[in-house]
């Protein structure tokens, strides 16, 4: 038996991942992948999922206090910085032959112990694109695995970029000290190249998401039917947009918006979750909070796209939301607010209810072409060879297109012109776009259940994995 922990501290202590149906498919694609290729492993994960969900994917989830409003926090930063002072303590003793073995007690560093291989499931966390704070956390998690002297994988990972010289240098240290790197896109190898990432074995491989399965037909048309959305006779184009794109192109401009965005993160990181509680349900029980998002975060050129869209091409668009967890910022949220601003609300239908990415895959199915600024609903279209046009929140995105070969479908920023260009030049060539994309799949789909190949082969070229366990 080959005990397997996976993590990715941006999910231990939040149900993110439950919402976020892009890190969901990636989860479950990782998990049925592994279990295919390794049938006697043990998964464990301390990525915080439902029972429900760890019974259905035969996984055993580690339990963590939950916080509803953030990822990180003062304490847990602290807890996780003393986890590694424990370790240093543990591997001083250790070579001293005293035993040490009580220092390691705690929930998390026994499950690190335990474990033969810990997989780093960061997703495209591991860099700066979201801040400094999810880069330290991050690093304290692969430097625990590496005192604890665990084989450590990256897997299938958008890594960089680090923006300062002492985030550069943690990284390359780090990095070049992992047992495994495996990268879903090319960008990301050139970046660990310049960045002198060259001892461990680094492969270009793929999102695991790509082996993601949609639910079946007759389960789609029901969620359809319950939608109230009838089978149209004009093409049908999908779009999920998320208001970050637009907070994002807003904090470049305006430093109201920017300075709102970062109080709201400190307050976040040091205030007690109870105390965020209150403020967040004062300011939207006054209607300041819609007053902000409306004057700095929602975009009327949204609309102003979609209603051109119609206009021009003559078809009909269903917004599908793909992340619900997200607060004031959910994709529902904007989905609707961006609804109420077109002109043509008759032909724009909005999928109210939550569903699983399964059902979120099927649903995309159903589109004629898609138009996403989130990643894992772009490859839930392309995967199955819809003409996709990306709007992208990080330059690894470009990297995810090239590989099916329509990085020229990525839009360089979220303007009128530019995606009105993209969309237009991608629906006049979409039967050869399907082609295309037809021609790669099963490439990238192999590629994608290589990350989980490659898992076996650093297993199998060990001396053993009871080698690999330190006892104490």
Known sequence: MVKILITNPTFE???GCEGNQGTRAIMICTVESIQEVIPQAEISTLIQFSDQFAAEHNIRVVKGNIFSYRPFS??????????????VSWNILHSLKINGKLLLRNRKLKEFQ?????????????????????????????????????????????????????????????????????????ISREYLVELGVNKPPIYLTADPAFLLKPVPEGRISEILNDEGIKKSIKPVIGLTLSS?????????????????NLAYGLGRYFLPESIIKVVLGIFMHTGYLN???????????????????????????????????????????????????????????VIQ????????????????????????????????????????????????????????YVCNSFTFDEVIMKVEN???????????????IKEIQDASLRNAELICELINKSEGLSNWKQSV
């Open 426 to 440: 991608a629906w006049s060539h979409r039967e050869t776009i399907k082609r295309e994309m037809h021609s790669r």
């Open 244 to 260: 970050t794109t637009n907070l994002k192109e807003e904090m470049k401009k305006s430093r109201v918006v920017a300075l709102i």
């Open 353 to 408: 209810n939550i569903y699983i990415s399964e059902e979120l895959k099927g649903i995309i199915g159903k589109c004629d072409m898609f138009i996403s600024s989130r990643m894992h609903a772009a490859i839930a279209a392309m995967s199955q060879c819809i003409p996709t046009i990306l709007i992208p929140v990080s330059q690894r995105h470009h990297g995810i297109m090239r590989m099916t070969g329509q990085e020229k």
């Open 74 to 87: 003062l304490w847990y930063s602290l807890l996780a910085s003393l986890n590694l002072v424990l370790v």
């Open 291 to 349: 007053r902000i998002k409306t004057r700095y975060i929602t975009q009327n050129q949204t609309s102003n796209i979609i209603d051109q869209i119609i206009d021009s091409l003559d078809t009909d668009i269903m917004i599908i939301p793909h992340i619900r967890h997200e607060g004031i910022f959910e994709d529902s949220n904007t989905a609707q607010e961006i609804r109420r601003r077109t002109k043509n609300q008759d032909r724009i239908k």
């Open 114 to 186: 335990n474990a033969d291989i810990i997989i780093h499931l960061g997703t495209n966390l591991y860099s700066e694109d979201f801040g400094i704070r999810g880069f330290i956390e991050h690093s304290k998690e692969i430097l625990l695995a590496m005192l604890l002297k665990k084989p450590v994988v990256l897997y299938a990972e958008s890594v960089g970029p680090f923006n300062n010289a002492m985030s550069r240098f943690i990284a390359k240290r780090l990095l070049n000290k992992v047992d495994l790197i495996t990268l879903r896109d090319e």
């Open 13 to 15: 202590h939040t149900y």
